[in-house]
């Protein structure tokens, strides 16, 4: 059964020749030949996947942003895309609520805290229904759509078409991974993550919280789990 | 009598010395002294203003990114936020719903087809009490306010620090005072223009709707105010 | 025979579905449907090209960022490359002169000036060699490489693999295919268009200067080819 | 006595409150409070210093971005602002060598291990000079200075406006002071760090080599004066 409370993602573009595209840039900086032949002339994937991963591991981020991937996001809230689309170096596609009108009950998401207590959780799904009938109410009174949206809450759904290049999502990864970012946001970019790790699998190991990149902590209000950098310097 | 209906503004910061940044900047590309010399040599604002305001008509908008200006923003939605944080030329640092959690009746913003018909303002004024005392119960109930949070609304009051350079507010401004986009941020954008243009009053003929800038409009969907770049360029 | 004396540019990398994923983009802002739905749905490719149209003509450029495309570029000189990578939306990998040692004669080429008086041509050519000893004389001398290139002209030759989404590659035609653009920039950038409209030759009418898209001419020193908009404004 | 072959650097604008901009952005993301009231309330030096360098610790650093600094830049190599220009969060200014024709001999900067070496330095002087003849030689022909700087080396001195914020410049501080960037580079950050520095001194501590700010080298070839992280973390 599917979850319903959950982001829906799926990876609708990709460029076909990820590896062998890094791979060449990589090499490109370092080599007296021209990017064209080193393209052609390598297919040995294991020679390519050992060049990126030195590169990546000493933050020559750039030779990865030559890849962008783009996502097919839906059921996802307000709130979560409010978070999401600060993040500036990733464009959007996003449902607009002003020239989109809600028919019926809108899509909502159910925060974790409420969805696991049943009676809060009723109490949540029946305001829900209050406020749809308030946005109906001033619809149909004349407001547009774009002025009636103001009663519609953080938890409405909404979609978007998102891309970003490599350097950009191992950042998003290791940034919206960590256990203090929201919850919501943490499902869409594991979705994001688990969606590009199926085709590509070498990018693994870099789509993950920052602590398990590099094995320390520099969150203000750490949950524990890896020690703090200092205390890794003074050891 | 303050509106409270309305977005406030202020403007924070700015550097004292913009014109002659920017003019500095602008001869720098065109002449074999050295900028500390262009910089120390001038203070005739007139020759200065020629100058600038020919490179800007021009397109030559890089030598307006050497300015940056810094405003206070608060009563403004989030559903106004939303859009403004889509410009990934600015910076922004907003209050958190995650961490600040609301005391009492939360502020809102009223639309304004709403705001001008007494009956259907009193129905939103009172709806945004339920959705208050909503948020309250949750929050009582021991929700945590990042989660309770999903029944605040799009009219909701927010307040930030943004923070962009004289190109993007430009194009900000060139953008969002033309009649198609929304009220509250036209609103918004008007009043951080207005805070410049007191103090730097030069700005002015910039800081507009694209089509008194162009004297075209390249909407889809015009207003009619201007002609359409296509009945200028057959004429 | 080919001409060796002009930037030689490869298309390696472009995702599949271009035209599908820019118009899954733009209907998403305005349907209720899911992003993943419009794109299953659809494979009319002139239904899309009809929507695609519309939009970039409306100056909704955000939807067309989805798309990245990556150039394996050689044969540019380094007086070109200063220019090209002062475009700061695109990503670049660039051959370095500190870590590779030119063997021989290095690459280089002349300008176009210089290259049709076989006087000149002949005088630019020693002056090259000449150039070329006094590289190799110092790294025989024990300096190294980083150092040695202080004597490299700017008509070295450089590659570097290039990518860019659809929105700045229009932007980047837009301005560098103009009459009053370096030569040599003029010929990599018509590179780089002419050999993605080869493969998407639906983009053909947005991969040009500006004034051939626009109508008008917006710099200082106008070529004459086509009227300033103040000419079509006032008429 | 001055250096002549160094760069020279003038900080020419910032803004004037730019630790109470700073605090204001970090508490306005936390507080219930207006931004322009935590403004107005606040001149406690040592509690804004506090709490602003809790918050770049932790790794927030938007909150920085709000501030913008500009520079006067000159006798810097066209090598050098070939690798500045790199940063794409900046914003440049930059002496044409197209629109700026060189009358006499240029300047130009000497590398370090050529400049230590009194044979050497000599024959690079004059190979400087026969560099010089030939430009003037193109140009008295007749050919376009932007077509005959082709034979101006790497080492030609230009001039620059070149402005960022404060996360920028703190990103390339901690980039290119490393002492595996190359020497110029290093002197001309180090020359815009110490610039702002003298006006702001609580900034020190981040304008540093990366391996200063963090304890360790994540660098491909370490120096090896910091130990490598995957070494802290084992131990």
Redesign the interface.
Known sequence: MEDNNKP?V?L???????LK?VY???R?????D???NI?NSTDDTEKMLKLVE?VI???HY??I????V?F????V???C??QL??H??M??????????K??GQFD???????DK?PV?KQ??ID?MG??SN?YQ??VE????A??????????TAT???A?L?LRELIHLANLRLCSRA?FEIRMLVKGMCDALVTEEPWLKPYLVAKCDR???C???KSCGRKPK?EE??K?
């Open positions: 829906k799926s609708i573009s990709k460029p076909a020749n990820m595209t060449t840039a990589c490109t900086c370092y080599s007296a021209y990017p064209i393209y030195r591991s000493s933050g750039s030779t942003e030559h890849i962008q783009s097919a996001i839906s059921n809230s307000r709130a895309t409010h689309v600060r500036r170096h464009s959007f596609s996003q449902k607009s609520q002003r020239y989109v809600e028919k909502y998401l159910i925060p974790p805290t409420i207590d809060l109490k949540f305001f209050e406020i308030k109410e001033f009174a004349g407001i547009p774009e002025d009636a949206r103001a009663v519609l809450p953080n938890a979609s978007m078409v891309s290049n929201q590099y094995g320390y520099d969150e203000d950098l890794l310097v050891s």
